[in-house]
T-cell receptor
Framework: SQQGEEDPQALSIQEGENATMNCSYKTSINNLQWYRQNSGRGLVHLILIRSNEREKHSGRLRVTLDTSKKSSSLLITASRAADTASYFCATGNQFYFGTGTSLTVIP | GAVVSQHPSWVICKSGTSVKIECRSLDFQATTMFWYRQFPKQSLMLMATSNEGSKATYEQGVEKDKFLINHASLTLSTLTVTSAHPEDSSFYIC?????????????FGPGTRLTVT
């Protein structure tokens, strides 16, 4: 299985702080994607990083990829209450999802 | 950007009945769509890959006779949960590859919440 695994499983921070969550996967990949899911809602694509990229930015998001360690991290800077959601990484053409990190941002 | 819709967004049905969920790519053609299910507070689990004009490929442990998938056109895939039971209650999400990206970016539907009573 190419399933990704995120950690921590749950993270609670104060508004304005940075949130970092990690993802590890098992096999070689072409790209890795991060998604956000608000409770009971569908997935929202956040960012895609290709296997030949090491870091990518999008607004307050910063994603890193270390293919040698088969891991990726998602950093959300200056968090807001609206960032409260579950975050998943996904790999592979068929997108095997990890268990997700539940982020709570306290106003 | 590419849009994927699902219908219905939520459905309640009685045990033993069948429910059909539609997944449509609204502004692009999708030769491949994927179906996922998600239990509360858990990750998405890939159920099957739906290919236009051919049989779906099911993941291990997914009953193909229970979860019927039909990808009859380039913009529509349907998932039918047959003889539904309460344990089938879940959040079902479909996704589709948008053409031209070349790098495997998928677009997800908003999901369908199924409750079997």
């Amino acid at each position: 299985s190419q399933q990704g695994e995120e950690d921590p499983q749950a993270l609670s921070i104060q508004e304005g702080e940075n949130a970092t969550m990690n993802c590890s996967y098992k096999t070689s990949i072409n790209n890795l994607q991060w998604y956000r899911q608000n409770s009971g809602r569908g997935l929202v694509h956040l960012i895609l990083i290709r296997s030949n990229e090491r870091e990518k930015h999008s607004g307050r998001l910063r994603v890193t990829l270390d293919t040698s360690k088969k891991s990726s991290s998602l950093l959300i800077t200056a968090s807001r209450a609206a960032d409260t959601a579950s975050y998943f990484c996904a790999t592979g053409n068929q997108f095997y999802f990890g268990t997700g990190t539940s982020l709570t941002v306290i106003p | 950007g590419a849009v994927v819709s699902q219908h219905p967004s939520w459905v309640i049905c009685k045990s033993g009945t069948s429910v059909k969920i539609e997944c449509r790519s609204l502004d692009f053609q999708a030769t491949t769509m994927f179906w996922y299910r998600q239990f509360p507070k858990q990750s998405l689990m890939l159920m099957a890959t739906s290919n236009e004009g051919s049989k779906a490929t099911y993941e291990q442990g997914v009953e193909k006779d229970k979860f019927l998938i039909n990808h009859a056109s380039l913009t529509l895939s349907t998932l039918t949960v047959t003889s539904a039971h309460p344990e089938d209650s879940s959040f079902y999400i479909c996704s589709a590859f948008a053409p031209g990206t070349g790098i495997g970016e998928q677009y997800f539907g908003p999901g369908t919440r199924l409750t079997v009573t």
